[in-house]
């Protein structure tokens, strides 16, 4: 084997090129972002967003929840290519499942009242579009299972490049539309899936060979994805509807515009997930072999190193955006998303607990705790269908009518609730102190958004910069950047950050980074 299989590669190494990687492509994406929103408009926007969901809830429903289990037990046992067999076969069901199901709702005349105003075509592509990226995250769960990050990182980091150039190419010459735009999905999804196979093969990993599974081992399969994943269908399939619901409702009394500011204002927020999502799958591995080690020490260190640090982190640039909604809703979207400043500045926070969402969910993943995560779940799914319909529904059935805005905070409102359920079992499994992590929550963000504000305050009495512009903006982030920094400096704790890293970097600025490193 050569490259990244040549020998195991550390988490810590495996993270940083993740999140190199991640910030190499943060210009290319925030680009990105900006482009398809004003090549599209905001109704079309939000019908993509409205149908790109749809479908990739679907995949989840049909699926059965089990893709996680897929990426754990894979990670526990790299050399077992009948995982991958079974898998791919299984997701190929789930896949035969999602077109039965758009045809007969085509067939009977439910499309209209599932997909309100949408054109078959439009749907038929959403559903495709779905199957090639959920194809697509299945074959980077295999790459960090083997722990390929290294390479999976460089045809990521290709993918989005060559991307840009072509979404460039379409926005320039006014061929960016909602059918374009899912062509263009098409392609990427296929290329990167392409350089996979090739990054595998490479390795030592090669997909191109007997994919027979004989009867027993059928058997076996199926009991073990039903034993682990079980659990978490029930909440798939109540989760999947509520999600749905939740989008439908906003479709249904918002329209196709209050779609587009949410969708504009999600995208926004899942900008700011750079260092947490670098770290979600890397992370999910580790406690997986921990757990399998029954190593329950080595579990809580990577929980005490990780979570308040990458907390920290998805804070840090959250509430900047908050701070800066309007700015940043007119830089994404241009002059035809004013209107979405509100719901961007309150759904810039759904980031921020939702790195607890993530890292802490991996515990339960990893240790097989499924069931439990389903009951903390369910939580979830009984909070947020009546909030939502309440927030989105109009006046004359009983709603406040807040469009986007409503379901901006239903998102922020019940993830945070949820999420600290689930921080409360998993710091007892842990033996952790719950409470300290919650007063870290309130004291980071509190202390993040004074500095944030501050900030904003400073940069617009700089006159000979434009307000709201992204000059302004620049401003606004060297002196957030530098205010945070120095109290990081003096106050460590605020920022997940260890006594021990600041007197390391007192004393050998240059090994602050290594030592940090020693967490991973």
Known sequence: MTSDSSAPVSLKRRYFVRLFANILSLPVNLVIQAVIPRGLGPKAYGDFNFLSNFFLQLMTFFSLSTSTGFYTKLSQRQKEFGLISFYFRFTAL?????????????????????????????????????????????????????????????????????????????????????????????????FLIALFLWIFEKNGFSFFRSWSLGREQWHSYVREFYDYSHPLFSLAAVGVVVSILERWFLQKFGGSVEQGF??????????????????????TREFSIAF??????????????????????????ACFACAQ????????????????????????????????????????????????????????VVLSLPIAYFLLAPHELLGLQAGAVGLAVKFVVVNFLVVNVQLFFNARFLKLRFMRYV???????????????????????????????FSNLLIAGFFYTTFAAICAYYFPLIFGLQASDVAILRQKPLSFIKEIGKGF
């Open 292 to 317: 399998e080690k029954k190593d329950f020490v080595e579990m809580a260190r990577l929980f005490r190193r990780f979570i308040p640090l990458l907390y920290s982190a998805a804070a840090f640039f």
């Open 94 to 190: 789930a896949v035969l499942a999602l077109f039965l199901f758009t045809g007969v709702c085509q067939s009977t005349g439910w499309a209209r009242y599932l997909w309100l105003g949408q054109k078959t075509q439009w749907v038929y592509l959403a559903a495709v579009w779905a199957v090639l990226t959920w194809t697509a995250t299945l074959f980077m769960y295999v790459g960090d299972s083997y722990g390929l990050t290294v390479s999976t990182e460089s045809a990521r980091l290709a993918q989005r490049l060559v991307g840009l150039a072509v979404l460039l190419i379409l926005f320039f010459a006014r061929h960016l539309s909602l059918k374009t735009l899912f062509i263009y999905q098409y392609g990427l999804s296929i």
């Open 439 to 469: 007063a870290h929550q309130m004291i980071s963000v509190g202390f993040l958004m004074v500095l944030a504000l501050l900030s904003k305050m400073i940069s617009d009495r700089i006159w000979i910069m434009p307000r709201g512009g």
């Open 262 to 283: 949410f969708g504009l204002s999600y995208q926004i927020a899942a900008a700011c997930f750079i260092f947490t999502s670098a770290m979600t799958s890397l992370i």
């Open 325 to 380: 909604a309007s700015s940043v809703a007119r830089l994404f979207g241009g002059a035809k998303y004013t209107a979405a400043a509100a719901p961007v500045m309150i759904m810039s926070l759904y980031p921020i607990h939702q790195t607890y969402g993530q890292l802490s969910g991996s515990v339960f993943f990893a240790a097989g705790q499924t069931r439990l995560y389903r009951n903390t779940g369910l939580l979830y």
